[in-house]
């Protein structure tokens, strides 16, 4: 972890601080500032001593990250930060006000190598990895700037959470700590493109996170039509993690599948999606994709969708149709982090 200090936990921040020749109470006053007071410089934490502070900042920089944009949804309220991360990559977040609370959509890595065809985020391919304290930020930035308490949090930004899997425990751990934003791990969803082994070792980790998996066809063959991740496992090990992580967690499994218009939305499509969610009592999120201008896929007719939608209420499945928001600022699925990356070249 090098120096960067809002990665660490209050435990090794105690080991550090000591190090340093400070008292160990010293680390839950830095912890409390940087984690549950958000502040952005040491100049702020007027109760440590200034030499203190000063050594700090000579030899700790604090991650922050730079506004570069933000747009607000003229339709929903819903708002999207563009940030720029120390090294000059960028990445997007997503601001969602609810009924029931504030939620963030974060990003994992700075771009993404999953190569999902319908994803606008991948088709520049990947960066690299965030560390814990840049998630972390994405949280705090947005909070900072709202003025408003975030009480939820997805992990479905651009990136793939599981492909940066020490980050992403990291980071999850100090989100839902007692000491920074104490976010509950049940207001937490990771979403995956499905990485068995991760969802495996996710399973034992003692969380209480939702864990979502991008599905999106029923069938091998199809799903490898979209997803080149499905080269690398059969939906048949697909499934068995998810049981597994069923199992040993007791939290339900949320699949995504988005409706591609005459690609994987017919009434057959929703009777396999049916027999793959029953025996997980898996929740069914069905979100319409959003074109992409470098692919020509559709979105499934308003019929079909319904279609879809009755086909898998029939077999008692638990489905929602996921409530688009900020589409007019590209704020939605896959969109993010493109078009400005098109318009600097
Ligand atoms: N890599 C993770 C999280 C990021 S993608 C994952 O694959 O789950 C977040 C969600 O948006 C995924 O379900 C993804 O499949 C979906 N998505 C990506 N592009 C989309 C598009 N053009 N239309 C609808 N959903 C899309």
Redesign the pocket.
């Known amino acids: 972890m090098g120096c960067d200090i809002k990665s660490m936990t209050l435990e090794e921040l105690r080991k550090e601080v000591e190090g340093l020749g400070e008292k160990g109470f010293r680390a839950a006053q830095l912890y409390g500032w940087m984690h549950d007071k958000l502040a952005e410089d040491y100049d702020r934490m007027t109760n440590l001593p200034s030499a203190l502070r000063q050594r700090l900042g000579e030899e700790y920089p604090l991650t922050r990250l730079e506004l570069m944009n933000m747009q607000e949804s003229a339709l929903d309220k819903t708002r999207k930060f563009l940030f720029s991360l120390g090294d000059g990559n960028l990445v997007e977040s997503v601001w969602m006000k609810y009924k029931h609370g504030n939620s963030v959509c974060i990003s994992?890595q700075a771009g993404?190598r999953?190569g999902?065809r319908?994803?606008?985020?991948t088709l520049d391919g990947w960066a690299r990895d965030l560390l814990p304290s840049e998630m972390l930020e994405q949280v705090y930035a947005v909070t900072r700037i709202t003025g408003e308490r975030i009480s939820n949090v997805v992990?479905?930004?651009?990136?793939?959470?599981l492909d940066n899997y020490d980050n992403l425990l990291r980071f999850l751990r100090l989100l839902t700590a007692k000491g920074g934003l104490n976010i509950s791990q049940r207001n937490i969803t990771v979403?995956?493109?499905g990485l068995v082994p991760k969802m495996r070792r996710l399973a034992e980790e003692g969380m209480q996170i939702t864990l979502?998996?991008?599905l999106?066809a029923a069938t091998d063959v199809k799903r490898r039509s979209l997803m080149p991740i499905a080269e690398k496992w059969s939906l048949d090990e697909l499934m068995e993690a998810c049981a597994y992580y069923f199992e040993k967690t007791g939290r339900r499994i949320t699949f995504?599948y988005?409706l591609v218009g005459g690609i994987n939305d017919s009434p057959a499509d929703a009777g396999r999606l049916a027999a793959l969610a029953k025996p997980l009592a898996a929740h069914v999120n069905l979100?319409?994709?959003?074109?992409?201008r470098e692919r020509d896929?559709r979105e499934s007719g308003r019929f079909a969708t319904e279609a879809f939608k009755k086909e898998l209420e029939k077999n008692k499945i638990n489905v929602t149709i996921r409530r688009e928001m900020g589409r007019d600022i590209d704020g939605?699925?896959?969109?993010l982090r493109r078009r400005h990356l098109s318009e600097e070249r």
């Open positions: 994992s993404c999953m999902c319908f994803c606008a985020s992990v479905m930004g651009t990136g793939e959470p979403s995956t493109c979502a998996l991008s999106h995504e988005a979100i319409p994709v959003n074109p992409i896929y939605a699925c896959g969109q």
